[in-house]
T-cell receptor, first 117, second 112 residues
Framework: GAVVSQHPSRVICKSGTSVKIECRSL??????MFWYRQFPKQSLMLMAT?????????EQGVEKDKFLINHASLTLSTLTVTSAHPEDSSFYIC?????????????FGNGTRLTVT | DAKTTQPTSMDCAEGRAANLPCNHS???????VYWYRQIHSQGPQYIIH???NNETNEMASLIITEDRKSSTLILPHATLRDTAVYYC?????????????FGDGTTLTVKP
Protein backbone atom coordinates (compact mmCIF):
# COMPACT_ATOMS: atom_id res chain seq x y z
CA GLY A 1 0.00 0.00 0.00
CA ALA A 2 0.87 3.67 -0.24
CA VAL A 3 3.48 4.86 2.22
CA VAL A 4 4.09 8.32 3.59
CA SER A 5 7.35 8.85 5.42
CA GLN A 6 7.70 11.65 7.91
CA HIS A 7 11.03 12.73 9.37
CA PRO A 8 12.15 13.25 12.05
CA SER A 9 9.89 11.27 14.35
CA ARG A 10 11.03 13.26 17.36
CA VAL A 11 12.85 16.54 17.73
CA ILE A 12 13.81 18.70 20.67
CA CYS A 13 14.85 22.26 20.01
CA LYS A 14 15.55 25.39 21.95
CA SER A 15 13.21 28.31 22.01
CA GLY A 16 13.87 30.71 19.16
CA THR A 17 15.31 28.16 16.76
CA SER A 18 13.67 26.74 13.64
CA VAL A 19 12.78 23.16 12.91
CA LYS A 20 12.09 21.53 9.55
CA ILE A 21 9.84 18.49 9.18
CA GLU A 22 9.79 16.47 5.98
CA CYS A 23 6.91 14.52 4.52
CA ARG A 24 7.57 12.18 1.61
CA SER A 25 5.28 10.01 -0.44
CA LEU A 26 7.40 6.96 -1.19
CA UNK A 27 5.49 5.11 -3.88
CA UNK A 28 3.04 7.57 -5.35
CA UNK A 29 2.89 11.16 -6.52
CA UNK A 30 1.16 13.39 -4.03
CA UNK A 31 -0.36 16.41 -5.71
CA UNK A 32 -1.82 17.48 -2.38
CA MET A 33 -0.42 17.23 1.11
CA PHE A 34 -2.01 18.29 4.35
CA TRP A 35 -0.37 19.31 7.62
CA TYR A 36 -2.03 18.77 10.98
CA ARG A 37 -1.22 19.51 14.58
CA GLN A 38 -2.43 17.40 17.45
CA PHE A 39 -2.28 18.32 21.13
CA PRO A 40 -2.51 15.65 23.85
CA LYS A 41 -5.91 13.97 24.08
CA GLN A 42 -7.25 16.07 21.22
CA SER A 43 -8.12 15.38 17.63
CA LEU A 44 -6.12 16.36 14.57
CA MET A 45 -6.39 20.01 13.63
CA LEU A 46 -5.74 20.88 10.01
CA MET A 47 -3.12 23.60 9.68
CA ALA A 48 -2.68 23.95 5.93
CA THR A 49 -3.18 22.41 2.52
CA UNK A 50 -0.17 22.18 0.27
CA UNK A 51 -0.41 21.73 -3.49
CA UNK A 52 2.67 20.95 -5.52
CA UNK A 53 4.11 24.02 -7.18
CA UNK A 54 1.82 26.54 -5.53
CA UNK A 55 1.52 28.39 -2.26
CA UNK A 56 0.01 26.60 0.68
CA UNK A 57 -3.46 27.47 1.90
CA UNK A 58 -3.55 28.02 5.66
CA GLU A 59 -6.46 27.46 7.97
CA GLN A 60 -7.84 30.34 9.95
CA GLY A 61 -5.68 31.16 12.92
CA VAL A 62 -2.53 29.49 11.59
CA GLU A 63 0.33 31.94 11.06
CA LYS A 64 1.78 31.41 7.61
CA ASP A 65 4.99 33.24 8.48
CA LYS A 66 5.57 31.00 11.44
CA PHE A 67 4.71 27.70 9.80
CA LEU A 68 6.42 27.76 6.42
CA ILE A 69 5.29 25.09 3.99
CA ASN A 70 7.08 24.15 0.81
CA HIS A 71 5.81 21.56 -1.66
CA ALA A 72 8.51 21.66 -4.27
CA SER A 73 7.96 18.24 -5.80
CA LEU A 74 5.26 15.61 -6.14
CA THR A 75 6.87 13.51 -3.43
CA LEU A 76 8.06 16.02 -0.85
CA SER A 77 6.51 18.68 1.34
CA THR A 78 8.25 20.38 4.24
CA LEU A 79 6.94 22.23 7.25
CA THR A 80 9.33 24.64 8.97
CA VAL A 81 8.41 25.90 12.40
CA THR A 82 10.24 29.21 12.65
CA SER A 83 11.29 30.82 15.90
CA ALA A 84 9.78 28.00 17.86
CA HIS A 85 8.35 28.60 21.31
CA PRO A 86 7.27 26.13 24.00
CA GLU A 87 3.62 26.56 22.99
CA ASP A 88 4.54 25.14 19.57
CA SER A 89 5.34 21.83 21.23
CA SER A 90 2.94 19.36 19.68
CA PHE A 91 2.54 16.32 17.46
CA TYR A 92 2.72 17.32 13.79
CA ILE A 93 1.31 14.97 11.16
CA CYS A 94 1.22 15.11 7.38
CA UNK A 95 -1.00 13.32 4.92
CA UNK A 96 -0.74 12.94 1.18
CA UNK A 97 -3.25 12.37 -1.55
CA UNK A 98 -3.73 12.52 -5.26
CA UNK A 99 -5.65 15.76 -5.55
CA UNK A 100 -9.21 15.46 -6.71
CA UNK A 101 -9.48 11.70 -6.59
CA UNK A 102 -11.68 11.40 -3.53
CA UNK A 103 -12.11 7.68 -4.07
CA UNK A 104 -8.47 7.27 -3.11
CA UNK A 105 -7.56 7.51 0.57
CA UNK A 106 -5.25 10.02 2.11
CA UNK A 107 -2.24 8.34 3.66
CA PHE A 108 -0.68 9.69 6.80
CA GLY A 109 2.86 9.92 8.05
CA ASN A 110 3.71 8.64 11.49
CA GLY A 111 4.00 12.10 12.93
CA THR A 112 6.73 14.25 14.44
CA ARG A 113 6.82 14.94 18.15
CA LEU A 114 8.21 18.47 18.60
CA THR A 115 9.35 19.60 22.01
CA VAL A 116 10.53 23.18 22.39
CA THR A 117 12.50 23.88 25.55
CA ASP B 1 -17.49 20.48 5.65
CA ALA B 2 -19.89 17.72 6.43
CA LYS B 3 -19.46 17.00 10.09
CA THR B 4 -19.55 13.62 11.71
CA THR B 5 -20.57 12.62 15.19
CA GLN B 6 -19.35 9.54 17.00
CA PRO B 7 -19.70 8.20 20.52
CA THR B 8 -16.83 9.25 22.72
CA SER B 9 -15.87 5.78 23.84
CA MET B 10 -16.77 2.12 23.51
CA ASP B 11 -15.60 -1.13 25.03
CA CYS B 12 -15.46 -4.48 23.32
CA ALA B 13 -14.51 -7.94 24.49
CA GLU B 14 -11.57 -9.56 22.76
CA GLY B 15 -12.72 -11.88 19.99
CA ARG B 16 -16.11 -10.26 19.67
CA ALA B 17 -17.26 -7.94 16.91
CA ALA B 18 -16.80 -4.23 17.49
CA ASN B 19 -19.48 -2.07 15.88
CA LEU B 20 -18.60 1.62 15.74
CA PRO B 21 -21.35 4.00 14.62
CA CYS B 22 -20.98 7.33 12.88
CA ASN B 23 -23.56 9.95 12.03
CA HIS B 24 -22.99 12.11 8.95
CA SER B 25 -26.46 13.46 8.30
CA UNK B 26 -25.28 16.42 6.20
CA UNK B 27 -23.21 14.36 3.78
CA UNK B 28 -23.48 15.30 0.12
CA UNK B 29 -24.12 12.85 -2.68
CA UNK B 30 -20.55 12.89 -3.95
CA UNK B 31 -18.80 12.62 -0.59
CA UNK B 32 -17.17 9.43 0.55
CA VAL B 33 -17.18 8.07 4.09
CA TYR B 34 -13.71 7.21 5.34
CA TRP B 35 -12.60 5.45 8.50
CA TYR B 36 -9.18 5.80 10.06
CA ARG B 37 -7.76 4.75 13.38
CA GLN B 38 -4.97 6.20 15.45
CA ILE B 39 -2.94 4.28 17.94
CA HIS B 40 -1.21 6.38 20.54
CA SER B 41 1.63 8.55 19.20
CA GLN B 42 1.26 7.31 15.64
CA GLY B 43 -0.27 8.78 12.50
CA PRO B 44 -3.80 7.76 11.51
CA GLN B 45 -4.07 4.47 9.67
CA TYR B 46 -6.52 4.07 6.79
CA ILE B 47 -9.10 1.34 7.36
CA ILE B 48 -11.82 1.50 4.73
CA HIS B 49 -14.02 3.83 2.75
CA UNK B 50 -17.23 3.80 0.76
CA UNK B 51 -19.72 5.91 -1.12
CA UNK B 52 -23.05 4.08 -1.14
CA ASN B 53 -22.47 0.37 -1.06
CA ASN B 54 -21.29 -1.69 1.86
CA GLU B 55 -17.60 -2.47 1.68
CA THR B 56 -15.36 -5.15 3.15
CA ASN B 57 -11.62 -5.58 3.22
CA GLU B 58 -9.14 -7.56 5.25
CA MET B 59 -9.42 -5.19 8.18
CA ALA B 60 -13.09 -4.36 8.51
CA SER B 61 -16.53 -3.99 7.01
CA LEU B 62 -18.34 -0.72 6.38
CA ILE B 63 -22.11 -0.59 6.42
CA ILE B 64 -23.65 2.60 5.01
CA THR B 65 -27.36 3.23 5.46
CA GLU B 66 -29.48 3.67 2.37
CA ASP B 67 -29.96 7.38 3.05
CA ARG B 68 -26.20 7.66 3.66
CA LYS B 69 -26.76 9.64 6.83
CA SER B 70 -24.95 7.16 9.00
CA SER B 71 -22.53 4.28 8.83
CA THR B 72 -21.09 1.54 10.99
CA LEU B 73 -17.56 0.22 11.02
CA ILE B 74 -17.38 -3.42 11.98
CA LEU B 75 -14.24 -5.11 13.25
CA PRO B 76 -15.36 -8.74 13.08
CA HIS B 77 -13.03 -10.23 15.69
CA ALA B 78 -11.53 -7.50 17.82
CA THR B 79 -8.07 -8.02 19.29
CA LEU B 80 -6.21 -6.08 21.94
CA ARG B 81 -4.22 -4.40 19.17
CA ASP B 82 -7.42 -2.86 17.85
CA THR B 83 -7.53 -0.57 20.87
CA ALA B 84 -7.29 2.89 19.30
CA VAL B 85 -9.17 6.08 18.49
CA TYR B 86 -11.37 5.55 15.44
CA TYR B 87 -12.22 8.49 13.23
CA CYS B 88 -15.05 8.68 10.75
CA UNK B 89 -14.66 11.49 8.21
CA UNK B 90 -16.26 12.52 4.95
CA UNK B 91 -14.34 13.62 1.92
CA UNK B 92 -15.29 14.76 -1.54
CA UNK B 93 -15.79 17.66 -3.87
CA UNK B 94 -17.83 19.53 -1.31
CA UNK B 95 -15.18 19.27 1.37
CA UNK B 96 -13.02 21.96 -0.19
CA UNK B 97 -10.06 20.42 -1.98
CA UNK B 98 -10.50 17.14 -0.21
CA UNK B 99 -9.50 18.30 3.21
CA UNK B 100 -11.39 16.58 5.94
CA UNK B 101 -12.31 17.70 9.39
CA PHE B 102 -11.47 15.23 12.08
CA GLY B 103 -13.95 15.08 14.92
CA ASP B 104 -13.10 13.69 18.31
CA GLY B 105 -13.46 10.08 17.21
CA THR B 106 -14.39 7.04 19.27
CA THR B 107 -11.90 5.58 21.70
CA LEU B 108 -12.32 1.83 21.39
CA THR B 109 -10.94 -0.25 24.23
CA VAL B 110 -10.72 -3.97 23.59
CA LYS B 111 -10.66 -5.89 26.85
CA PRO B 112 -9.37 -9.40 27.49
Amino acid sequence: GAVVSQHPSRVICKSGTSVKIECRSLDFQATTMFWYRQFPKQSLMLMATSNEGSKATYEQGVEKDKFLINHASLTLSTLTVTSAHPEDSSFYICSAGTGGNYNSPLHFGNGTRLTVT
Amino acid sequence: DAKTTQPTSMDCAEGRAANLPCNHSTISGNEYVYWYRQIHSQGPQYIIHGLKNNETNEMASLIITEDRKSSTLILPHATLRDTAVYYCIVRGVNTNAGKSTFGDGTTLTVKP
